[in-house]
């Protein structure tokens, strides 16, 4: 079993920064993947940032230029920096981290952390 805690929401003014943490522990030797999810009120889980352990990164065209996503293999630790916050942003956000089920044929699941709030007023 693997434990992701999440830690450095809040309420921020637009254009404001933020920094999440998210940290792993338990059975992670088969995650490949972590990242940060967010669902708003009434609307979708959506992808926020992802990062592998290789360091490439991916991110929602709506926070190209703003968010940055990081990690350390080291600490099992990745992080999201949240720049120029607008209140489309506002919504909790969910620490996610993907690994490989063994077995056959290869598939992947997901750990999810608790979430934690950023709410970004106008």
């Known amino acids: 079993q693997v434990r992701l805690v999440e830690s450095g929401g809040g309420l921020v003014q637009a254009g404001g920064s933020l920094r999440l943490s998210c940290a792993a522990s338990g059975t992670i030797i088969s995650i490949h993947t972590m990242g940060w999810y967010r669902q708003a009120p009434g609307k979708q889980r959506e992808l926020v940032a992802t990062?592998?352990?290789?360091?490439?990164?991916n991110y929602a065209d709506s926070v190209k230029g703003r968010f940055t996503i990081s990690g350390d293999n080291d600490k099992n630790t990745v992080y999201l920096q949240m720049a120029s916050l607008k209140p489309e942003d506002t919504g909790v956000y969910l620490c996610?981290?993907?690994?490989?089920?063994?077995?056959?044929?290869?598939?992947?699941?997901?750990?999810w952390g608790q979430g934690t709030q950023v709410t970004v007023s106008s």
């Open positions: 990062v592998t352990r290789s360091g490439r990164t």
């Open positions: 996610n981290a993907r690994y490989n089920v063994r077995g056959w044929p290869p598939r992947d699941d997901d750990y």
